[in-house]
């Protein structure tokens, strides 16, 4: 359980993960934001006015899905880097998981990574899609990474090959 | 002797945001800090911090430090006394101050006392060998001189410093074989512990340090359960080959000069140990000796920087300095730190500094 181990259940995902519906049609975000804490840069950040305003700082984030466009503004401004931007679309097999990642070395386009879960276990490969890693995004990366789509919403990090 | 309006002893969150608001009233300050730069506990922050907008929430704490040292450092009325330390304060309102090996007597006519907080430490045999550290002391280490404390850590602590610093930690190429955590329940904030969990740190709740292995230096640790009454669970043993063990069990506010000054004081848990009484305008029971930040009850850098903001105003406005927004700024200071102190995670802060209102 979260507040004992750090790890979100089924149950605490099953109430932030937008419908299968919206997943179908494209990129959107998906904020594991879990607890009622003093903070709300995501909506601040978001210009598609997809996170509903906070009438209480201390409010969770809510995602509008139908609004969310999956650009990933809010990624790099999160303090707890807990959103995520999954595209269910990007191919037949394969889905994008966007993450942020604030380790070195940033890895490359191209480049093969294990893929790994909430837990911090590996769940498999990951192909190195697109970084961004603007001077807006005040070094917090965002690395796109192409994974099985059974596997979208396991990936949440990943380790460089050869890096510890 | 050395007059002046405002001294200042701190040059942390709280002393900053304290020069700069009396400052921006009028009002000639002296702000001392210890060390040789401004910023306190700031300029380790690698990380983004919480908060509002208004509280410059998503920024780096070292990013915050830097800005507000040279706001600070730019403003006419402010003097900066750094590798300066306050000794004492005495009776007759003389503050004194060491730096560069002389001993200077300042005579302000008020005192914000923003001193922040010391580290506790745990009990357990060979907590003596090298290799045992304080968390700030790895982050000062890792963060500001880039020196790793060593090649495995176990980090002794959840809340909020030990989870972020080990994330620092990792960020540094050091590793963190687990994180352990005596309560029941993870004290950081859920989304800095995902983080890091998934980053390859497990973490154990309900478990405590029973010793540190080792002859010269720290080789290893024992780790046990522990039940619901705290007791150690026999058989539950964990070793961990670890060369390095952080402690990072909670601060306590640093508070000899308000002691000396005769503030009266009073033990709140809540706060981290013994805090001063103060009234709304972070007034202590001595008039014209004012506090804010850690060593008024521990909490979070953004909330120092809101208390200092405050105590610099209400320090400035007691002199008679004043504008027109000045009542307008204060409500909006306040009304902001009660929005940081409302929801469940404020709930200690809260009870705490119930008690310690004068």
Redesign the interface.
Known sequence: MLAQNGIPTPEDLAGVLPPEERLARGPVAIAECFQNIPCDPCYHSCKQGAIKEFTDINQRPQVDFEKCNGCGSCMSRCPGLAIFVVDATYSDSEALVKIPYEFLPIPEAGETVTAINRAGREVGEARVIRVQNTRAQDRTAIVWLAVPKDLMMEVRHFKVKGVR | MKHTEIAIVGGGPAGLAAALNAAKLGARVHLIDRNDYLGGQLIKQT???????EQR??E?GIDIARELANQVTASKNIQVMTEATALGYYEDGVLLVEQHKKIFAIKPERLIIATGGAEKTLLFPNNDLPGVYGAGAVQTLVNVFGVKPGKRVLMVGAGNIGVIVSYQL??A?V?VAAIIEAA???GA?????????????????RHTIQRAHGHREVTGATVVQLDENWQPVPGTEKEFDVDVICLSVGLTPLTELLWQAGCRMVFVPELGGNVPLRNEHLETSVPGIYVAGDVAGIEEASAAMMEGALAGLNAAASLGYTTESLGLDRRNILAQLE????????EKIRKGLAQALL
């Open positions: 990380h983004r911090f919480f908060g509002s907008k929430a998503s780096r990792l960020q190429g590793e029941p329940r993870i904030y859920w989304v800095h512990a995902s983080k890091v969990v998934r980053a390859g740190v497990p973490i154990y709740t929005g940081l102190r409302s929801g469940p995670v404020g």
